[in-house]
């Protein structure tokens, strides 16, 4: 589905980036985690190529984005994004926001993507807040309607930059509860978080990012049993003391059907 | 003149025979309006109901004025007026009067602005180490304040000397009179010497507005000044 | 005083009619300048900031003497060279009608009214495009990068995410710029344009009230500003986005 191969970046003198390579099968949840200025922003940027690796090749089903030929804005409407501070357009109601990358993006018609969003906005749990503008909703709500634009468009594959470190601790179980739904549904995803508790539940690889390289990938039974690295053992101490492993906030798809 | 000008000989007679008006002019206007300026800042932020009203009215008036139906208005609209000036200098006093009565309008708005955007916390600290309010003012308040108006007074600065060149208007020989003069028997080069004189107003407001406005911006934010 | 509105009149609707080309002229192409500023490339980026900064930079009564001396300038070498040269100014579009027994001629257009409103608007551009820029860069780029994200084109991001943002604040700086526009469109008396400051003039010369002539003409300028900036006020609170 999305294959990253050798891709190198950097800012200035700042090398961002070192020889990154990965894959993400189709249905799968890639979880990426490691310690800010890592580089972990700046890899899902160079994915949906909002800032190009230096050299290179990202491949989404087959086809490589850094070829000259390729449009990248249609691309782009095949890679779903979800952003650390939302980006939600403020002067847009939630709905409109979920609607104009159908219309804009995809060239649907008006009513029929205002449809789609409003259906869309239900699976986020949005949909009586359709006519709220952002700065009326909590972050919570906010993440939750950037999470419904990103899946309107039916993309391949859905990015999430660190989507609930923005957030007040007591917002972020609803975003993760979401994001949890999405995934079950087979969805494929690449998660920059630091939630532990969601990464064990539904990542099928976790991938350790730290000064441009990858230390170290595995299943989360690995990264949480015994890890290789010290760096690892090290970071995951760490933000178990900074950020909890926020477990308790999510209902782990067994328990779902008790509801 | 009556050999036709070259380029140097139309530059430095309007730099001669021009700058020295021109400069006086908005000396002139930017102090009075300094101290006009500031007395409508205290009065609007300090002076309570009565002078705020007063100074803030004083603003709306001289701000909605075209500057050119200032200076008749006090170089030949109120005879009279400067009876203890020798009648020659009379319409040059009234472009004084003028400049300086718009620019402490704009001003008073320039440093009620920074006076407000001083920290607040910053006049507690004052008062909590025993400050009266005038001293935290003086001391405190005041000083920050001036530093932040820096920006905004210095394109008060260009917008001063700028509008001195309407001075054109009641005869006195500034830069923009002095650029009309030096080739009046020359149409060919009219409009090269009205690129000349833009460029000299260009070489005296630019570098003071981008030297003390976007670099003292930048400055002042890192010293955390301002907003709160 | 008063048996002079036959020529108050004409002289307020040339400020008007001035002022509104001026806005206009000045909306668009300071639109466009201030997007050029913003996302052009680095050679097209640079050229519109000269030009923004140029023209803030050197007095309006310049630039306007600048425009209208050029054709003459450019005649003058002409003729020299003995070429033929382009005919100024013996052209008009006006109307005229009989109001209250009074025949009222208006000069909508002719040479000077023309370079008035070029200057006008090329000024007002620099100054518009100062604050749509402003409002462009405070809208900021994480929203780009959202519309980006959704597949939409660099220009569709700017048009469909940015400049509605962008529009909706800057109408405080804006309405500033447009509310004291009028009082701006005074200089072109310098060229021989009929508007309200040159009637007030003419008036001067016939009945030597000087104070009261001004005065009234200052009380017009600073009724209107108001105006202005009060209808602007209001359409600024109509336009806000929730929540914001």
Redesign the interface.
Known sequence: MLRIADVWKSYGNLQVLKKISFEVAEREVKVIFGPSGSGKSTLLRCI?M?SPPDKGKVYLCGQNLMAPEINL?????????V?Q?F?????LKAIDNVS??LR???GLPKEEARAKALKTLARVKMEDWAD?????LSGGQQQRVGIA??LS?DPDVILFDEPTSALDPELIGEVLQVMLDIAKTGTTMVVVTHEMGFANAVASEMIFLDRGIIVECGTPQHFFTSPKSERVKRFLKQIDILYGRHEELLKLPNEEGSK | MSDIPDLPTIFFYILRTGLPATLLLTAQGLLWGFVLGLSLALMRVYGGKVLGWIASGYEKVFRGIPLVVLIVLFAFGIPGLFWFIDPIERPLTGVFLALALRSGAYQSQIFRGAILSVNPGQMKAARALGMSRFQAFRHIIFPQALRLSVPSWSNEYAVVIKDSSFAYEIGIIEMMKAAYRVTSNFPELWALSMGVVAILYFIFTYPVTRLFGERQTKKLKELGMGGG | MLDYWDHILPGFVITMWLYIWALVMGFFLGLLLSIIRQYGGWVISRIATGYIELVRGTPLLAQLFLIYFLPFSINAILEAQGLPFIPIGRWSFHISSEILGRRITIVLLDQQTLVGIITLGLNSAAYQAEYFRGAMSSVGTRQLLAAQSLGMSRLAGIRHIVLPQALRRVIPAWSNEASYLPKYTVVVFYIGVVELFAQAHYIVTQLFLTLITYSLIALIFLSLITIISKALDSIHKRTSIPGL
């Open positions: 949906n909002l804005n249609e691309m782009r409407a095949r890679i779903g994004m952003f501070h980006n939600l357009f403020v002067h104009i990358g804009r993006g995809k709220h503008y952002p700065a009326q634009r990103a468009m």
